[in-house]
Nanobody, 117 residues
Framework: QVQLVESGGGLVQAGGSLRLSCAAS????????MGWYRQAPGKQRELVAT???????QYGDSVKGRFTISRDNAKNMVYLQMNSLKPEDTAVYYC???????????WGQGTQVTVSS
């Protein structure tokens, strides 16, 4: 059974940093694309970043240059390093297991990130 468990969310001041982690189990992790999405209150869920099994990355326009996605295939982990955080980054952040054409096969439970001004 596929499980994705996020951790690392919390409250941070604007300009600060946080690192989110996602532990994956029940899959052959190294061959799967992974992603981070976020959903703010009253808004649609949006792409933050994705990383392929081979390490190719893509980012949402609003986080380019500030966030970095990475993975450790030996540990079945994917990370999101978030720097220069802004209040508009406040959202629930979800880890995602990706399928063909960047479709989402499975969501994690989410972790809250709150950035105070």
């Amino acid at each position: 059974q596929v499980q994705l468990v996020e951790s690392g969310g919390g409250l941070v001041q604007a300009g600060g940093s946080l690192r989110l982690s996602c532990a994956a189990s029940g899959i052959i992790f190294s061959i799967n694309g992974m992603g981070w999405y976020r959903q703010a209150p009253g808004k649609q869920r949006e792409l933050v970043a994705t990383i392929t099994g081979g390490g190719s990355t893509q980012y949402g326009d609003s986080v380019k240059g500030r966030f970095t996605i990475s993975r450790d295939n030996a540990k079945n982990m994917v990370y999101l390093q978030m720097n220069s955080l802004k209040p508009e980054d406040t959202a629930v952040y979800y880890c995602a297991l990706l399928g063909p054409a960047y479709s989402v096969r499975r969501w994690g439970q989410g972790t809250q990130v709150t950035v105070s001004s």
